[in-house]
């Protein structure tokens, strides 16, 4: 059963495929972008853990520090030094964005399946169970859902605004493409990893990829502690991002309105021709309609050109070939790792 690319996916479409074989045990590697939570990481590891330990599989954590300048490194690298928590600091050596952090984090993992968790707690690690037993039933990728979401109210509106272009443009309509609360199989994680992309949507790159994609409704809490990264022009930025980035309809669209321009503007010039022979010159307001017409055409060119420009900014950052994301060093029970074999995507070794 799939998804259809005409409109934002309903409730009976979130699917179950029950005749799936049960795998055996796997390695669960847990992805936790962080990034000035220092008020949240203290709660988020005492009730994370627990919940891996029941989940009766082998697992490991990788913290990415996205150049926090709070006490957060400090407190990963407590929580790394205890062998029991089989966990791994990555620090990146500066502030490079979530999901510059979360592809650090896909090339240091060793689990067959990959599940990304906000540091936040606003979405709670106790659905990871859900979460994995949707893999289990033979789907690539599983989504989180906010149905209920504890946020202000122009965060759900420009939210629900972002999701369904995301689901148009991708093609693959989901209810919530921001729910961070996420699960993959391997082989997707490893494909979104090598794209390398510089200004990569890792949920919409990886459903792209993935053959059966559903989503599981979750809880989705107040923030506790610390400030939202996201805000309006964030949620604009990212959108901008995600239509240059996987699709050509800008493009597209400018064409078939120029197209239309055209049309109209022959068809106004021989209104306006044929209106002079008849009734002769016309003083009165003739000028401002003629600024007016000018000024919309020009507004026009000014934003064709800007879309113009933003396709050639992605293909000018993509060829200078510049690092995403620059490790500093790797944090475990073993101690402190300076590691500069993962530079700008370049794929280091997951064992240091």
Known sequence: MGFSSRALSLPEKIYRLDDSPRPAPYL?????????????????????????????????????????????LSMLRDIAQDPGNHARV??????????????????????????????????????????LAAID????????????????????YSSRLHNRVTSLVVGVPMHDYGCMLRAYRRHIVDTVAACDEKAAFVPALANSFAKRVTEIKVAHDARAGGSSK?????????????????????????SVTGIVVFILDAGFAAFLLAHRMIYGPQEEGAMWVLFAVLFFFVGLVFLALGLIGEFVGRI?????????????????????????????????????
């Open 316 to 352: 000018y950052l993509e060829v200078r070939k510049r690092p995403t994301y620059l490790v500093r060093a790797i944090h475990d029970d073993t101690g402190d790792h300076r590691d500069h074999s993962d530079i700008g995507g370049t794929r280091g070794d997951a064992s240091n």
């Open 28 to 72: 669960v590697s847990i992805v936790i972008a962080v990034y000035n939570e220092s008020a949240n990481l203290r709660e988020l590891w005492r009730r994370l853990w627990p919940v891996l330990e029941g989940c009766g599989r082998p697992y490991e954590v990788v913290f990415i520090d996205d150049g926090s300048a709070d006490d957060s």
């Open 90 to 131: 990555v620090e990146l050596a500066r502030n490079f964005g979530q999901h510059a952090a979360i592809m650090a984090g896909f090339r240091h993992v060793r689990g067959e399946v990959i599940v990304t968790l906000d540091a936040d707690l606003q979405n709670p690690p106790e659905e990871i169970p859900r979460l």
């Open 230 to 254: 996201y805000n309006l022009l964030s949620l604009a930025r990212l959108s901008l991002n995600l239509i240059t980035g996987f699709s050509l309809i800008p493009i597209q669209v400018l």
């Open 137 to 156: 039933e033979g789907n690539d990728v599983v989504g989180g859902w906010r149905e209920d979401r504890h946020d202000s109210r122009y965060r759900r």
